[in-house]
């Protein structure tokens, strides 16, 4: 938590300064009270801050020539007067040993040539009058006065930008800490206990290596070596960056950008830094995500390409004699070759669409059964080391959705289940109904996920790391595709599986 520093205290410490002021002012110029005013710019007036010998209810008959009169005597020549004369028609004040005050002597308090307040003293009307003499000694304790206001006003002012600083620390998304020059956190915002998990009283006082072990990309420890309050480097380098990852609680971790911002003492030693902690996590995978999407086009993009240009050198050369056997088949597989980057292109296509939103969908009545019939058909056709089997019960309702994009993800499960059985197998495609939603779900026989991989299959490039089919066409796109159109029917989509013990797909649909 921050603390907010209390105006109140720093006005209660003013007024006391103010208060001993006016105090030695009043018995050193022989007065029986005395009042010190401060200028509020908010009120745009002159307030009480300190007095002596006249209490609250009887400065109420000075407040109205506070507002002008007061003020216009203090910076007058004539610094002295009486109070009758300023104001005929205000009562005269009560001190506390019950005279009635009516001498005064007034002057400004100055800070830099600025007004900030006024000072004036009391003398009853039986006493001696104020002389030439009094002014230099009353400007002296208005020269104090002045300091004490300047300095307390100071002091809110430094208060005010260090709650400031404070809550925008506090506020950051980004974690902060600060170090001394032994290394021991000494302070951390709320942001840098949520990215490691554990509170402040539990951090403070450790050891920043011991709070963050952090390590990098290769898994080395960097504090030891790359800790720029250990290793100051070059000069008085004021701010220094380090990346790596974060060990936090419960054995997960966090890739971080780690900025130093270091202070120096006049010798060149680190006396302490404050540190800011960015979780690059997201955009270390976006990058990873981004390389991947590359390579994978490039390699998607490369074969297709090769055999097009190859056959077409082939036969633009001047000196070949083509038959018209070689010259179809050659014409044929450029065909084939151009429909395939045609499809790639394609479904780079359809799958921004459908983050974007931009898909239409043409939802009618569909049987899921006879949906799945049309996708076991179509792959039938593609393989000959699988078999297929079918098992929806009877009657089986239909459900309101895109026929196309049903086709599609039905497609999408049963390739993906071709590709990830090598060896063959049976792949069963199982309709179920239950609680008013249809399910369908695609089973095979291959080589299976391990249950972290299981958790981010759906996502956007991401493919299956089984070394035995890392080599198998695809750009990770395919599953992508059926969650989100799933998720635009009102379903979801689930997997089930174990390495070596196959896979099983399931979409959910409301009946």
Same mark, same amino acid.
């Given at each position: *938590? ?15 300064? @103010? ?29 009480? #801050?300190?007095?002596? /010998? ?7 008959? @000075? ?62 009307? #039986? ?5 030439? @003499? ?16 300047? &300095? ?15 809550? *925008? ?50 898994? $080395? ?9 250990? &290793? ?25 950008? *780690? ?53 077409? $050198? ?44 931009? *898909? ?51 497609? $999408?499960?049963?390739? &993906? ?21 249809? #399910? ?35 750009? /990770? ?25 196959? #896979? ?8």
């Amino acid at each position: *938590m921050l603390e907010n520093p209390s105006n109140s205290i720093g006005q209660s410490d003013l007024e006391s300064a @103010l208060q001993r002021v006016i105090r030695n002012a009043a018995r050193a110029l022989g007065g029986s009270a005395g009042v010190v005013a401060t200028w509020d710019e908010i009120s745009h007036s002159y307030t009480v #801050s300190g007095s002596f /010998g006249v209490d609250r209810s009887q400065l109420e008959f @000075l407040d109205p020539l506070l507002s002008e009169a007061i003020p216009d005597l203090a910076e007058s020549n004539q610094q002295f007067d009486v109070i009758s004369s300023l104001g005929p028609e205000s009562p005269l004040p009560v001190s506390d040993d019950g005279e009635r005050q009516d001498q005064i002597l007034a002057l400004p308090l100055r800070s830099e040539g600025v007004t900030t307040g006024l000072i004036y003293i009391l003398r009853p009307a #039986s006493a001696a009058p104020f002389s030439r @003499l009094d002014p230099p000694v009353l400007d002296a304790f208005a020269n104090q006065a002045a300091i004490a206001v300047q &300095n307390a006003r100071l002091a809110h002012s430094l208060a005010q930008e260090k709650l400031r600083l404070e809550s *925008m620390v506090e506020g950051s998304v980004d974690g902060i800490y600060t170090v001394d020059s032994q290394r021991r956190v000494i302070g951390l915002n709320s942001a840098m206990e949520t990215l490691l998990g554990r509170s402040r009283d539990e951090l403070i006082g450790q050891r920043c290596s011991q709070m963050l072990g952090l390590r990098d990309w290769e898994g $080395n420890a960097v504090c030891p070596t790359s800790c720029p309050l250990l &290793n100051p480097g070059s000069g008085h380098k004021t701010s220094v960056e380090l990346q790596g990852r974060l060990q936090i609680v419960n054995g997960q971790s966090k890739d971080v950008s *780690m900025v130093y911002s270091l202070v120096h003492t006049p010798d060149g030693q680190v006396s302490n830094a404050v540190v800011t902690v960015r979780d690059i996590t997201s955009m270390r995978e976006m990058e990873h995500l981004r390389s991947v999407f590359l390579s994978m086009l490039g390699h998607e993009l490369q074969t297709p390409l090769s055999i097009i240009k190859g056959y077409a $050198n082939t036969l633009a050369r001047t000196d070949g004699h083509w038959d018209e056997e070689t010259l179809r088949k050659s014409v044929g597989i450029i065909e084939e070759e151009s429909d395939r980057l045609s499809q790639i292109m394609s479904r780079l296509i359809f799958a921004s669409r459908l983050e974007g939103g931009e *898909m239409p969908f043409r939802k009618e009545q569909v049987d899921l059964a006879s949906a799945a019939l049309r996708g076991v058909h179509r792959s039938e056709a593609l393989t000959n080391i699988h078999h297929f089997k079918v098992e929806f019960p009877d009657n089986c309702p239909t459900v309101i959705a895109d026929p196309a994009m049903i086709d599609e993800v039905i497609i $999408n499960l049963l390739d &993906n289940a071709v590709k990830y059985s090598p060896e063959g197998g049976v792949i069963t495609i199982t309709g179920s109904v239950h609680d008013g939603h249809i #399910s369908l779900t695609v089973a095979d026989q291959g080589v299976g996920l391990p249950k972290w991989e299981g958790l981010r299959i759906f996502e956007r490039f991401r493919r299956g790391e089984n070394p035995t089919v890392q080599k198998s066409r695809g750009m /990770g796109l395919g599953l992508y595709i059926c969650n989100s159109i799933i998720a635009a029917h009102g379903g979801r989509i689930e997997v089930d599986s174990e390495v070596g013990e196959g #896979s099983r797909f399931t979409f959910i649909l409301p009946v």
